[in-house]
């Protein structure tokens, strides 16, 4: 009968406390694994909101400012850029496409976004992914609407509903356009703010807000020169190469007619990420210590099984065992009980990810690939495993120095 | 000094390092290599420290322990390990056995940390389970019992599969200490009648360590401890 043969049958014989100390280990590491799992899915939900854009150009403010607003609807822009800017940075020669977008109105809460078709064409999630339409298509005519995909199912809207905007972002019942707007599409998930959003054609904003003021309103075709905007909110812009990004970023940002800037996307999505650092090495520290309660149960377990086993201990050390030899069985206990318990937590992640995963994505965005694990997470795995193997060491010396003094059991 | 000495004790000196109330010192002991010692000697008197440095469990602060022939205080902590796994079956006074292994598992046992007691049991039969068996229909273990967790045994059955245990791969000396102390009287001459009968038949030297007098009768040499120790006037309880 080999050691290990002999550990097996010594932890087969205190099932229910090896179960137990396993069931804990494995759940404090799921924990420790998941909340890993979940601060990378955010982070990468969040990063990918927008990609495939490689200048927000709004009004002078801060950079995140410009990016809360632009890409998350969230806050307001202090001022906005005037169209004559607009096709002045179109006409660079650098500038590969360019879709202006206008916010500040809302349909029941959700942000309405007034662009162009261009949106459609040009905008980018995730790993380079475009929009596409689950229903529909993309407006033609000023009082056209085009719905996230979120918002559609919340609200419950199909194609060929018609429902009003409000002015301004308010949940409560502030003031309505007159106008009647008609659902002409509906965008396909895409788990980004995107979702969440109305989005309408420039001129339909236009044609809104001239309306409030001279209770004009015309349905007119799109590309009317009566319907243009005098001013959007931001431009989102597509340069031909990316060398030009940061000499069209000074261009703009020393603007001479106005007080402009340019920020690119993925820097400023770094720097707003890298803000929240202390959120997340909070949860890290919690799961952490979670751990380490974790492990003190477990040497706990060892020392009382140590106490119990001083006999048995003694007796293999009569048979022959060197000292040395009952500190690999203690140390081979700890590392069976650990181990098992990290697959079981890995197991019981994956298992989570099957069951939780769509729902997560479906209602939080968070895309959680909870049944694959990534090398940081199996380090992580074999980190709990060397702490593991580290704090059995205690209890597997103690064995070794009793070891070395046990002489023959006589009473 | 007899070549045919089993053990041999000179100037031996010994205390626990935290007790000094205790000391054992003993000028001289030889045990031959005839068959059958009686070491008698009332409880606290050193006997189970004389058997801790015959068997290489600890060291003395002076003198030499000759056993077989090597002088086992010059060998260093894992060579007096093998060597108590290679020539020494053991017999405690109660719960010999392992609780988690079974009969035959136990009585392998030995096996696992002397690689000349497993060589020698598998020549006589293999697998290592055959051999624990053959043992056990020698000491009269029913075949049911061997498939039975140890610890529905009773304490004299428990002591035949210590007995069994001790056999397997046949060691030079089996010691025995204390090891009828737990059983009655009947109990106590099946146990002593079996140990002696199955000594003989695996031709092993028996040492047998008790404070039962009564036992003495059986053996054909003895020696009284109390009187090797010249120490023993300040030999604490």
Not at chain 2, 160 to 168: D, E
């Amino acid at each position: 009968m080999s050691l290990l043969n002999l550990v097996l049958k010594s932890l087969a014989s205190r099932k229910l406390i090896t179960a137990l100390l396993i069931l804990s280990i494995g759940l404090s590491s799921s924990l420790l694994i998941g909340v890993q799992k979940i601060k990378q899915s955010a982070k990468q939900s969040f990063s990918q909101s927008i990609s495939g854009t490689d200048l927000i150009v709004g009004a002078r403010s801060g950079d995140i400012q410009l990016l809360m607003y632009s890409v998350f609807r969230q806050g307001q822009a202090v001022a906005n850029m005037s169209w004559v800017s607009v096709e002045s940075i179109r006409d660079f020669p650098q500038v590969d496409w360019l879709v202006p977008i206008s916010l500040g109105d809302s349909h029941k809460g959700y942000p309405v976004l007034a662009t162009t078709r261009g949106y459609f064409d040009h905008y980018r999630y995730a790993q380079k992914k475009a929009l596409s339409l689950k229903q529909g298509r993309v407006f033609s005519s000023p009082f056209e609407i085009v719905l996230g995909a979120e918002l559609a199912k919340t609200l419950n809207y199909n194609l060929g509903d018609s429902l009003y905007l409000s002015h301004g972002v308010s949940h409560g019942h502030s003031h309505l356009h007159k106008s009647k707007f008609t659902v002409v599409g509906i965008l396909a998930s895409t788990a980004t703010p995107v979702d969440k959003t109305v989005h309408i054609p420039l001129e339909g904003m236009t044609a809104l807000h001239a309306e409030d003021e001279t209770e004009f309103c015309t349905h007119s075709k799109l590309g009317d020169q009566g319907l243009r905007p005098s001013s959007v909110t931001a431009c989102l812009l597509g340069l031909k190469s990316k060398f030009s990004i940061f000499s069209v970023q000074r261009r703009i940002n020393d603007w001479p007619d106005e007080a402009l800037m340019a920020i690119i996307p993925g820097v400023s999505l770094a720097r707003l990420w890298s803000s929240m650092r202390t959120i997340d090495s909070a949860f890290f520290i919690i799961t952490i210590l979670v751990t380490i309660i974790a492990f003190i149960g477990l040497l706990l377990v060892l020392f009382m099984s140590l106490q119990a086993r001083q006999r048995e201990l003694a007796i293999l050390r009569t048979l022959g065992a060197h000292p040395s030899q009952l500190f690999l069985m203690l140390s081979l206990e700890s590392l069976i009980i650990t181990g098992t318990g990290v697959l079981l937590g890995l197991g019981f992640m994956s298992g989570l990810g099957q069951v939780l995963g769509p729902i997560l994505e479906e209602r939080l965005g968070l895309i959680l690939s909870l049944s694959t694990f990534s090398s940081t997470e199996l380090y992580l795995a074999l980190a709990i495993i060397g702490v593991g193997g580290v704090t059995s060491l205690i209890p597997a010396a103690l064995a070794y120095r009793k070891g070395k003094g046990e002489g023959f059991i006589s009473l | 000094m007899s070549i045919d000495a089993l053990i041999q004790i000179k100037s031996l000196e010994f205390s626990y390092p935290n007790d000094p109330g205790f000391a054992l010192n003993i000028p001289s002991l030889s045990i031959e290599k005839s068959d059958r010692v009686f070491l008698e000697g009332p409880s606290g008197c050193g006997k189970t420290s004389i058997l801790n440095l015959m068997t290489g469990l600890m060291l003395p602060q002076a003198g030499t322990i000759d056993v077989l022939g090597s002088d086992i205080t010059q060998l260093s902590a894992v060579q007096r390990d093998r060597f108590r796994a290679d020539h020494f079956g053991i017999i405690f006074q109660l719960f010999n056995l392992i609780p988690y292994l079974s009969v035959i598992e136990n009585i392998i046992l030995p096996c696992t940390f002397s690689r000349s007691k497993r060589k020698k049991a598998l020549q006589r039969s293999v697998p290592l389970g055959d051999e624990a068996r053959r043992l056990c229909q020698g000491l009269d273990i029913a075949e049911e019992l061997m498939q039975r967790p140890v610890q529905q045994l009773s304490i004299g059955q428990q002591q035949r599969v210590a007995i069994a245990r001790a056999l397997i791969g046949q060691p030079e000396i089996i010691v025995a200490d204390e090891a009828t102390s737990a059983l009655d009287d009947e109990r106590k001459s099946q146990f002593m009648e079996l140990l002696i009968r199955e000594c003989d038949r695996h031709q092993s030297a028996l040492i047998f360590v008790s404070h039962d007098r009564q036992l003495k009768s059986q053996f054909a040499s003895s020696y009284q401890l109390s009187e090797l120790n010249t120490e023993s006037a300040s030999v604490t309880a």
